[in-house]
Every structure is written in structure tokens, then in C-alpha cells.
């Protein structure tokens, strides 16, 4: 599928979707059959790479421009001879040279990096294009496809090689679901805090923060608006907070914000908000699906690594937010 709209043409993007795939990298025959052929996904009159298809739906749904990692050599369309030959430029740490192109990393503030999992890891490709471009300081987030084997290890070595300021939670979409996975993609953009239009003004304004518990660190942003930037004063800002209802962690502030606008009674799982009725600040990991609240809260951030640690803490923990390192 082609973006609609959006896509190439947005130059202005501050958002990048960069992906490799094996179709646009392969020397296919000319009658190689798409219908069998486990990377490329027919659809209406185009051929695509199956994560070129994911990188299509990001674009449709959030806009940015579209790059694809090209190597300069080809890669065999032979799947034995293609797994010894990536067997082999692992081995070595082998970084293939890519084509020339016009990319100007540097005006965007957000990269999708996607990928077909090869060998539990990213296609070496895909590190010479980390190794080319610098996206340190940017927010980077992972996506791939895999042939039932899930993401390997290739998340964290994204977040190592691109020594991004933010990796956000990746997804991980199996080839076979691919064809259908608009909603899928759609509901992880949002749980991630990217959705549509309001993206773009998201990815430009936040800040890298840093969650303790213990000895756990999470990643976090802030974002750009008076009352985080009131609270970010405060910062290391470090709350005693109570689980509550198996849906959030909250504590007691001793500031009075007075930037109070945008008040809500539903959050999304990774908020963290403030609430000017109890004077308090909490995280919510769980429950968006029933999210009423009987007051208003107002998110200044949200917690970007795996949420998974709050089911398992003490019913009390001590909980410092701080500016990433
Ligand atoms: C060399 C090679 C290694 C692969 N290794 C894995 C793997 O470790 N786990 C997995 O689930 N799929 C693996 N696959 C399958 C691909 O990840 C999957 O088919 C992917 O969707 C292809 O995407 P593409 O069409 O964009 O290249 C491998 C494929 C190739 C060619």
C-alpha cells in the first residue's frame, strides 16, 4: 500500500520513517511470484517489502518522509544463501556500503526505524545506516517484522546504535498478520502517545526525563507545555507514592503549580499527570480501556519504557523523576 497523502511530498516533516526490506534490496527475478514469496506483499496493482508495508501505514497515519536503507550491493534472492551471507556479515560486524542519497537527518526530530528480523537482530544495513546518520538526541522507535520469532534483541540494539535521546516502545508485526495491520499499527501509535496530527507538535516539544524506583530506571518525556515546565523546576523531584486500584502509582506534591489548563478525567497507560484537587502527581500503567476518574488530572509526561514494572512493586515506593543523563 501507498501512503495517502502525507508521505514523500511532506518535506517539512519533523518526522522521519526509515526502513530496510528485502524488496528494493534484492535482486529478484522478474517473475518472481508475490503471491508465495514471503517478502513482498501484493496489493492492488504494487508489490511491496513486508515492513515497506508497516513503514506505509506509519506514514498514513502519522505523515514524514519515507526513506528507504539501500544497500549498494543487492542481496540474493535465494533465502539459504541470504541467511549465510547475513550470518556472515554479522560475524564480522560487517557494515554494507549504502547508496548515496540526499537525506538530511538533521531536520528531524523523530525516526521510525523498521526492519525485517533477521537472525533475532536488525539487518546489518540497518546498523550502516545508524553508523552514517546521527540521530543522537533524537527520539528513535523501533519497528520490524518476523516470520513468528518476534523482535530478538534487535530493540536494544537500535536504542545502543542510534544513541537516541528517547526509544520509544517498538512493535514487532508478524509477516502473515501484516496485510491487516492498520488497527494494530494505529493502537500501538497511540499507546505510545502518537496519534494523527498532534504528533508532530508532540515529537518537537518534549523533554528526555528519567523515572527511579529503587534500583529501576524508566524513560520518560515531559512535554512542552506551562505546568510540566513549572513542575520540571522541581526536578530531581522525588514523590512517596501508593499503588492504587492496580491502575496507577500516586503521591503528595508540596508545590502549587499555577499553569492548571487541560484538565481530564481519562488517561492513557504512561501518563503522568498532576491533579490540582489532591495536590498530587501520579503514573498510570494499566486500565485505559475503563479510564473514568472522578476528578480532573492533567498529564505532563508520560513514562516511555515498559510499563510492565508497576504490577510488580511495593504497595509504597519512593519515586524520583529527573532529567535524563
Ligand atoms: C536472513 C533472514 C533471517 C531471518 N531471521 C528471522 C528471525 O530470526 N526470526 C524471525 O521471526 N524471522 C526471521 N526472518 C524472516 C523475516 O524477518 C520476515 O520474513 C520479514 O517479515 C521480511 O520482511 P521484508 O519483506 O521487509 O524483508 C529472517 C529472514 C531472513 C531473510
Known amino acids: 500500500m501507498e501512503p495517502e497523502g502525507g508521505g514523500k511530498d511532506q518535506s517539512a516533516s519533523n518526522i522521519l520513517i526509515v526502513y530496510f526490506s528485502r524488496w528494493g534490496n534484492t535482486d529478484y527475478p522478474d517473475d518472481v511470484d508475490a503471491a508465495t ?50 550470518h556472515d556479515e554479522m560475524g564480522r560486524n560487517y557494515l554494507p556500503e ?5 537525506l538530511d537527518i538533521a531536520g528531524y526530530e523523530m525516526v521510525f526505524v523498521g526492519y525485517p528480523v533477521w537472525a533475532a537482530d536488525v539487518p546489518q544495513a540497518v546498523l550502516s ?31 545502543d546504535a542510534s544513541h537516541a535521546a528517547v526509544s520509544l516502545d517498538g ?62 523546576a522541581y526536578f530531581p523531584l522525588t514523590i512517596s ?30 501518563d503522568i499527570t498532576y491533579c490540582e484537587a489532591h495536590h498530587n502527581m501520579a503514573i498510570f500503567y494499566a486500565q485505559t480501556d475503563h479510564p473514568d476518574l472522578s476528578v480532573d488530572v492533567i498529564p505532563i509526561g508520560r513514562v516511555t519504557s515498559d510499563l510492565a514494572v508497576f504490577e510488580n512493586l511495593d504497595s509504597r515506593e519512593e519515586i524520583t523523576f529527573s532529567l535524563a543523563q
Open 37 to 86: 514469496s514471503a517478502s513482498i506483499v501484493p496489493d492492488g496493482d504494487g508489490r511491496y517489502g513486508t515492513t515497506e508495508y508497516i513503514a506505509n501505514m506509519i506514514a498514513n497515519e502519522v505523515g514524514g518522509d519515507l526513506h528507504l536503507i539501500e544497500t549498494v550491493t543487492p542481496y540474493t534472492a535465494d533465502f539459504d544463501e541470504l541467511r549465510d551471507v547475513n
Open 98 to 102: 549504502l547508496k548515496e542519497s540526499n
Open 129 to 159: 545506516f545508524l553508523n552514517e546518520y546521527d540521530l543522537s538526541g533524537k527520539t528513535v522507535i523501533p519497528f520490524c517484522t518476523h516470520d513468528g520469532y518476534g523482535a530478538g534483541h534487535s530493540y536494544q540494539t537500535i536504542a
Open 171 to 232: 512493535i514487532a508485526i508478524e509477516a502473515k498478520d501484516v496485510p491487516g495491520a492498520q488497527d494494530t499499527v494505529s493502537d500501538w501509535l497511540a499507546d505510545i502517545g502518537i496519534s494523527g496530527s498532534q504528533e508532530q507538535d508532540v515529537a518537537r516539544s518534549e523533554t528526555a526525563i528519567q523515572i527511579t524506583i529503587g534500583d529501576i530506571t524508566l524513560d520518560g518525556v515531559l512535554y512542552d507545555t506551562p505546568l510540566a515546565e513549572e513542575i520540571k
Open 241 to 270: 507514592m501508593s499503588g492504587y486500584g492496580g491502575r496507577e502509582y500516586y503521591g503528595g506534591v508540596d508545590f502549587y503549580p499555577e499553569n492548571l489548563e487541560g484538565g481530564q478525567k481519562n488517561f492513557e497507560n504512561g
